[in-house]
C-alpha cells in the first residue's frame, strides 16, 4: 500500500475507515454555515491534473470550514 504498483485490497475495516473520514470531514461541527461578518481565507492547490480549494471563516476566534472543492481538469486543460 506505500510502494507503487502494490494494489489496495479493499477489506470492511479501510471502506469503514474511508466512509467515516468521508462523513467527518463533510458534517458539522466541521463545515460550518457563513456569518454576515468575519474574515475569509481561500487555500487552494493544484497540480497539473486537477486543483482543490477550502474556503474557511473566522468565527468565534477560531477558523470554521465553509465548503470544500475539487476538479479534475479535462484532457484540453491538462498541462503536458
Not at 7 to 29: G, I
Not at 32 to 57: F, H, K, R, T
Amino acid at each position: 500500500m506505500l510502494h507503487k504498483g502494490v494494489a489496495v485490497e479493499p477489506t470492511e475495516r479501510r471502506l469503514q475507515a474511508f466512509n467515516d473520514l468521508k462523513n467527518f470531514l463533510t458534517s458539522a461541527p466541521v463545515l460550518a454555515m457563513p456569518m454576515d461578518d468575519g474574515q475569509y481565507c481561500i487555500e487552494e492547490d493544484g497540480s497539473s491534473v486537477g486543483c482543490g480549494a477550502v474556503l474557511s471563516q473566522l468565527q468565534a476566534d477560531r477558523w470554521r470550514v465553509i465548503e470544500y472543492a475539487r476538479r479534475s481538469f479535462n484532457r484540453a486543460e491538462i498541462r503536458n
